[in-house]
């Protein structure tokens, strides 16, 4: 029998309440829930060469409200912010969604922003760490994108990679505009990454309220209609996109699949060789298969 484990956070807990199946920190078996199929969906993780293990990552099917959501949530300063992010985003879209206010982007949108201003309310401190998001919620053949920061979601459509996100990373020239106009800077050292008041690289991230304006939870959406040329979908944090570019991801998923059909093969693949080329974070990956 399969087993695919799937690691959220620091809990161990399964919870079914009538057709709401929620799936975090569980080793669950593929005879039992569709959703953790190998042929459906695949996650591998490595702490990498870092001291701590700071991603997060949630996959959610609503069965009532009919969508499936996945996300990825990568840690900087501590994983607090990345753990929270990871266990209540899903429940304030879930809640979002529910009211029938919002269109599934608004409710994106607004998960985001509430979200972020809920870590206001926690024991831990959000002003000087924070996470990078990036999510994809699928319903009625539509997938609708979300993310903040430099994880990153491409789609293998017909064998090319099309990225569904644009790095939020402070040398994007829409980025780099936005910082400056709100008074902030960027700063490229000698041997580094260009960085937002020479401390955070990426520019957008839930948490990080220290540097507010300049770092700001607000995401960006996509929104794409599924088509019978779409194979599948990858989510991954910047430990593989950093090493490892879209088509090639794409490429070296695609041979895992042709050769076995296992889509947690295929995400340990992609895992494997972020580290084989030489990455030194924390890696997430996660494929769904767009053909089910």
Known sequence: M???????????????????????????????????????????????????????????????????????FDGHGGRE????????????????????????????HRSFIDTHKDLDKQFFDANQQGCTVVTALIKNGILYSAHVGDSRA?????????????????????EKKRIEQCGGTVITLPNDVPRVNGILAVTRAIGDKALFPYVIPNPEIGEKTLTSDDDFLILACDGVWDVIDNQQAVDIVKIILRQQNDYGKAADALKNAALERGSTDNISVMVVNLKK
């Not at 695949?42 to 990552?57: C, P």
């Not at 017909?158 to 829409?174: E, Q, V």
């Open 154 to 174: 491409v789609i293998a459509s017909a064998g090319r990679a099309i990225a569904l996100s644009d790095d939020h990373k402070p040398d994007r020239p829409s």
């Open 2 to 72: 399969f087993l695919l484990t799937i690691v959220l956070a620091a809990v161990r807990a399964l919870c079914l309440a009538g057709q709401f199946l929620i799936i975090y920190c569980v080793t669950c078996s593929a005879q039992d829930f569709s959703i953790c199929s190998s042929q459906w969906i695949g996650f591998a993780e490595t702490q990498g060469l870092r001291r701590t293990m700071e991603d997060a990552h949630s996959i959610i099917s609503n069965n009532e409200l009919g969508y499936v959501f996945f996300g990825i």
């Open 81 to 108: 912010v990345a753990d929270y992010v990871a266990q209540n985003l899903y429940k304030t879209l879930e809640s979002h969604i529910a009211k029938n206010e919002y269109t599934i982007t608004q409710a994106l």
